[in-house]
């Protein structure tokens, strides 16, 4: 008898409400790091997002950040892969000093 374990699962997209607010981002920089990809719910904690740096590529590497880190959100242009599927793309603004995740996955494999 076999059995299949699968560990990754799909998460909802987060939609963003859209709103006009001036900002300055070199008042910004001073207190927040700009991070950019794909906004995504948490798929089991509602007070945490996930951001796919680069959610086309072949390297995908993913940031955790908690929602009361976040100081502002802006809106990029969406990126398209070749199937016509489009993805929106975000910047977010997160806290100097605050505590993220970065995970990125690789292939286990001897060291030569």
Not at 4 to 9: Q, R, V
Not at 96 to 110: A, H, N, Q, S, W
């Amino acid at each position: 008898m076999k059995s299949t374990t699968h560990f990754l699962k799909e998460i909802k997209k987060l939609e963003l409400v859209k709103f006009e607010q001036a900002v300055n981002e070199d008042i910004l920089k001073e207190s927040y790091l700009p991070f950019s990809g794909s906004l995504r719910h948490h798929p089991y904690d509602a007070d945490k997002v996930i951001l796919l740096s680069e959610p086309h590529g072949n390297n995908i590497t993913y940031y955790e950040f908690k929602n009361d880190d976040i100081g502002f959100v802006k809106k990029q242009a969406n990126i398209v892969n070749l199937e016509g599927e489009d993805i929106a793309m975000v910047m977010i603004w997160i806290k100097k000093g605050c505590i993220g995740i970065r995970c990125t996955p690789f292939l286990v494999e001897p060291v030569i």
